[in-house]
């Protein structure tokens, strides 16, 4: 496989996950992600952040996240995030505390 046909598979892939984060499972919770995967939206909106700025491209976090989240993040939570559990607060204190 040529570089370029990879990218645009590694794009494509990227495109998908953030489609199903963000469209087919909004209602996963962005903290019980954290739990069990160790990463969630916020570090996909980052991760995007440190690209664009690798590459040149000035991006705040903010931004970032905006760009990720196809809206301001503060539009998001009000749509889609809810107030996280004792317990799920716990378990992010015990694995990112």
């Known amino acids: 496989m ?3 046909t990879r990218i645009e598979i590694e794009a494509a892939a990227f495109r998908r996950l953030r489609q199903h984060l963000l469209e087919d499972r909004p209602d996963a919770q962005n903290i ?3 739990n069990l ?3 969630c939206r916020n570090c996909l909106s980052r ?3 440190e690209a664009a700025n690798a590459h040149g491209i000035e991006m705040d976090k903010e931004q970032g ?3 990720f989240y196809g ?3 503060a539009e998001w939570k009000a749509k889609h995030q809810t107030e996280a559990s004792a317990e799920a607060k716990d378990a992010f204190k015990k694995s990112h505390g």
Request: glycine share 6%; hydrophobic share 45%; aromatic share 22%.
């Open 2 to 4: 040529d570089d370029q």
């Open 32 to 34: 019980d992600m954290m």
């Open 37 to 39: 995967a160790g990463f």
């Open 47 to 49: 991760w995007y952040q």
């Open 65 to 67: 996240r905006e760009a």
């Open 71 to 73: 809206m301001p993040f």
